[in-house]
Each structure stands twice: as C-alpha cells, then as structure tokens.
C-alpha cells in the first residue's frame, strides 16, 4: 500500500528546452540572481528568508532539491530557471499558486490564468467538461486539473522539474496525508498543543519584526486565537478589524474580544448598495483575475473592507494582515459524522462512504444540479483522486484522513487560501500561522477523537485562556440582522411551523437570507432576481460561481452555452 513519498514523478509530458515564468508583473513575485540561476520568489519566506534561499538556489543539485524544498520553513512559491534544468515549487499548503502549461516547446509557468491563457489562447472549446460541471457544484475543481484541458496545477508539496534532455516530471516532496494517527489519549496532547500554540505565537513575532498586525477578527475561534495569543506574546503593535452587516454577530462578539485584550479595533459596515458599488469598480474587476488561477473562484469577503480603510488612510503600508482562515479545517471541525465509527466492511464501502461525504458536504450549492449522472461523475473524479494518491489506507480508523486529505488539496489550497490573493492585490504583506508546517504536523497525526469536533483544540483554549477570553465570552452566538428583519422572520417562521423545517429552511433562504446574510454576499444581484430563481442555492456563493462560469463562456452548470 502506497503511503507516503518524498519524491515522486506523478505523470509525464513531452521533453522541455526550458521553462518560462510568466510572473513580471504578478503582485509579489520579486526576481532575484542566484548564481548562475534566475530565481523567482514570492510569499511571506520572501520577506524573512530570502537570502538564505538565493545562496542554497545558486548551489542546489537536482538530487538536493526534494530535501531543500521539505526543509524550506514558511509559506511560498518559487522558480528556479538554470541553464540545465528549471524548477516550479510551491509549499506543502499551496498557499500561493502555481499552474502550467506546454507551448511551442517550452513550459510556462504562472499564478495568473490569464497570464497563461494569452500565451497559449484558451477559449470554451479547450474546457474540461467533466471538472466544469464538477466545480458548478463546488465553487473549485478536483485534484491536478484546472478548467482547461492544456493547463494543470501543482497540489500542495509538488514541484515541476524540466531539462532539455529528460521529460518534464512533476514531483511530490511532501505530502499531508492525515490516515495514520498516534495511538495516544487527547489528553497526554493538552501540553504539547499548548507549546504549540505558544511557538507559533512566538514565530509570527519573530516575523513581523515590530511591523503593525491587521487581524480580521471574527466571532469564532481561529482569529481570536491569534489576537489573544499576540497580546500574551506582549506584541502590542496589533489592531484588529471586523466587517459586515451592522450589529451582526461577527460585529458584536470580536468587539467585546478587542476590548478585553485592549486592542484597537476598527468597524467597517457592509450594505448591500456598498458592497454591490465596491464590486463592481474596475479595480475589483482586476481584483478577482488575478485571484483566478483556473482552479477556484476567488474569494470574496475582506475586499470591500481593506479598501475601505485604504481609502481612510487607517493602516500603515508596511502592515501584515494575519488571519484564522483554514484553523477550523486542521483541528478537525469538518470531519462528518458518518466517519467517526470505522466500519471494516471492504474498500468499495469504505471508499463510497469517504467520496459520499465529500459530495453531501460540499458539491451541493444548485440543488437542479444534483442529477444523479452528473454525481455520478463527481463521486468517479473523487475516487479516482483518492487511488491515485494511495488509496485507502489499511486501516479503516484513517478513513476519516482521506476525506480530509481530499478536502485540503481541493477546497482548502483552492478556494479557502485564495483569500490571501485580496492581500497581495492591496500590496498588504500576509502571515498564515494556523497553517506552520509545525502545526500540520501536529494534526496530521492526533487521533480522530481529539479532532472530532475540534474537542482538543477547543479545551486547549479554554484551559490556557489567553488574553481571558475564552471561558465567558461565546464562540458564534446566533444574532439575526437587520433588526427589521427580526420580527418578520419569527411571523414567517410561525406561519411555516405546520410545513415542517425543511420548508421553512426554504423559504427563509429564498427571500430572507439575502438581507440576513452578514456579508452581503448576494449584493451582486437584485433581491428579485434571487428571490425568484427556483435553481435551489445553498448559499450566495452559488451565485459567485455562476458569474464565474458565465465569465468563462459557460452555462451555470458548467456545460458549453450551446448545450443548454
């Protein structure tokens, strides 16, 4: 059985003469000489290591290169163009993006599709129908594959190699594999996640070398964790900032959170009619193509606010925005109940029910599209994903680990950490300390019953209490907003009570949730345009991926214009 490589070549292309890196003018990449070696480097490890890298860039053999780029301790992308072979890397979190493609000879190399897609001419006629009707449903494709045929690329602890004398060779140096955890009680790991935590606190001061700390606080727990932790670090150049609809949630709960640590804290309040005339200036427009790497929509919640307070002259240009986003995911907040009890009942049921609880959870935002043909080929994309990264592993107590390995390779490195592109694109330096490699370690070997639920991860927090916000101040309290809305709903949730909760969970995504969302997410479309569409979103971001697919020259579906 197939477990786990430091180096391997995945699948082959025609022999390369050289490698071109389409990246001049993509935000954050910095050109560098190493040697006799061009080196192309991007990400925060830019900020802290950069000369390091550049003198192990200009000596490094092609045998070296699985170990060094292991080694290699930050988030990053890099590409390495010599005379005799080149290299595309990007870390074990894909944090920052990389495809490629074959052209005239040579491979390009790119974060930007758009960058590739003018160099190569992609149109409708080259898209992959099968991911486009997959990523209708999900909002991202399905592992190597981007929309396009031509174009694919690298997961998380890959890197590229070519040379003009061997076939170009995609490698795996890493490979975060959560199947095989520790035999060891949640509690004998209170203390060393409470180290942990106080390491990566202390590494992301390290980091920021004195430089002002923007945190999007929330009202949930991955923020907070790093707000609270960096006052116990005694780091005080840190304010925080939260947006959204008036008095929502988010809004009241992160600034009882702010006040107790003694931080300043900043408001920037979404309305519909404001996010829609932010969205919709050509700036945003640039925004959202950078962010597209052919493989996920971009994120769309910080923008509207970062622009906000740039336009109010309320933060420094050498500021580094930290936020929690993917520490809910590595803790174990999405493992499903169906994979909490290992049934020993053979790998065809075993693989069906890992893919089924991908599908339930996240290809389901246009119930018209759930068609058991077009399932049918999501549920095959998945499984054929899974086998090819190993396959199962042998023991059914790691089933739970090949879901979220499934789900950190596809949603995670895709769409979730597509939102530090809106960083990059306001020129904002960025930190992502909920995902240190130290801290996937961690997680990648904790048994199920500490992550389910995020049960250790949560008691480490409340028992070490940092800042003393922990233990009397609610993590996600419902708050319904607007307050107009208030009485309303509770009529319509009285008069839906004889319908049954599926009913009234209906209606009130269909005419309600648009106000109610404390994002404005729909703020694109006109209320009655959402109102009456009978497609079944699950959330706004249906709505985000239709526009997308639209852009693209396809239905909502995913399918050719032509077909529907």
């Known amino acids: 059985m197939q477990k786990h490589f430091l180096c391997r070549a995945d699948w082959f292309l025609n022999p390369m003469e050289t490698m071109i890196a389409l990246l001049e003018n993509t935000p954050g990449w910095h ?14 490890l830019r900020e802290t290591q950069s000369a390091s890298v550049i003198a192990q860039a200009a000596t490094i053999s092609p045998e070296q290169l699985p170990a060094w780029l292991d080694r290699l301790d930050g988030h990053y992308a890099l590409v390495l163009i010599g005379s005799d072979w080149s290299i595309a890397a990007v870390d074990p979190s894909r944090t920052i993006p990389l495809i490629y493609a074959e052209h005239d000879g040579s491979v390009l190399v790119a974060q930007v599709g758009t960058d590739l897609a003018g160099r190569i001419g992609l149109g409708p006629d080259d898209i992959l129908t099968q991911q486009a009707r997959a990523f209708a449903l999900a909002g991202y494709t399905i592992g190597k594959a981007t929309l396009y045929r031509r174009v694919y690329g690298l997961l998380p602890g890959q890197f590229l190699f070519c040379s003009g004398d061997t076939n170009l060779e995609v490698r795996t140096y890493h490979h975060w594999r959560p199947c095989h955890p520790e035999n060891i009680a949640p509690e004998d790991l209170y203390d060393p996640l409470s180290t942990l935590h106080e390491s990566i606190i202390s590494n992301l001061v390290a980091s920021a070398q004195g430089r002002p700390i923007l945190v999007p606080l929330s009202a949930g727990i991955d923020s907070r964790f790093i707000a609270s932790g960096l006052v116990e670090a005694g780091y005080r150049n840190v304010r925080c900032f939260t947006y959204g609809l008036a008095g929502n949630r988010e809004a009241y709960m992160s600034k009882k959170i702010a006040e107790r640590l003694g931080l300043p804290w900043t408001f920037v ?22 962010a597209d790497s052919f493989s996920a929509i971009p994120y769309p919640q910080d923008y509207p606010a970062l622009v906000a307070l740039r336009a109010r002259h309320d933060f420094d240009p050498n500021t580094i925005v930290v936020n929690g986003n993917t520490g809910d995911f590595i803790s174990g907040n999405h493992i499903l109940p169906s994979l909490t009890e290992p049934q020993d009942d053979g790998p065809g049921a075993r693989l069906s029910r890992i893919v089924d609880a991908l599908v339930s959870r996240h290809f389901k935002h246009w119930a018209t599209l759930e068609t058991s043909d077009r399932l049918a080929e999501v549920r095959r994309l998945l499984a054929d994903e899974i086998e090819g990264f190993g396959g199962l592993p042998d023991n059914p107590a790691g089933d739970h680990g090949i879901y979220e390995m499934s789900e950190f390779i596809n949603r995670q490195c895709k769409y979730v950490v597509n ?19 130290a801290l996937l370690d961690f997680w990648e070997k904790a048994p199920l019953v500490a992550k389910y639920r995020q049960c250790l991860y949560r008691e480490v927090l409340q028992r070490d209490n940092w800042g003393g916000v922990w233990r009397d101040l609610p993590i996600n309290p419902t708050r319904i907003r607007p307050g107009w809305i208030v009485p309303l709903r509770l009529l319509a949730k009285v008069a839906h009570a004889p319908l049954g909760r599926a009913r009234w969970n209906r209606f009130e995504k269909q005419y309600l949730e648009y106000w109610m969302a404390p994002m404005c997410s729909y703020a694109t ?10 497609r079944g979103h699950s959330s706004a971001i249906g709505w985000h991926i239709e526009r997308y697919l639209l852009d693209k020259g396809l239905s909502f579906g995913g399918d050719p214009r032509h077909e529907c």
């Open 31 to 44: 050109q560098f000489v190493a040697g006799n070696r061009k080196l192309w480097l991007a990400g925060p």
């Open 269 to 290: 309040p979404y309305t519909n009619r404001s996010v829609r005339a932010v969205t919709s200036t050509p700036d945003h427009v640039a925004y959202e193509r950078y």
């Open 419 to 437: 939102g530090q592109r809106c960083y990059e694109w306001l020129r904002l330096s960025w930190r992502l300390p909920l995902w240190d490699r």
């Open 525 to 534: 479309w006109p209320y009655i345009r959402v109102a009456r569409d009978k």
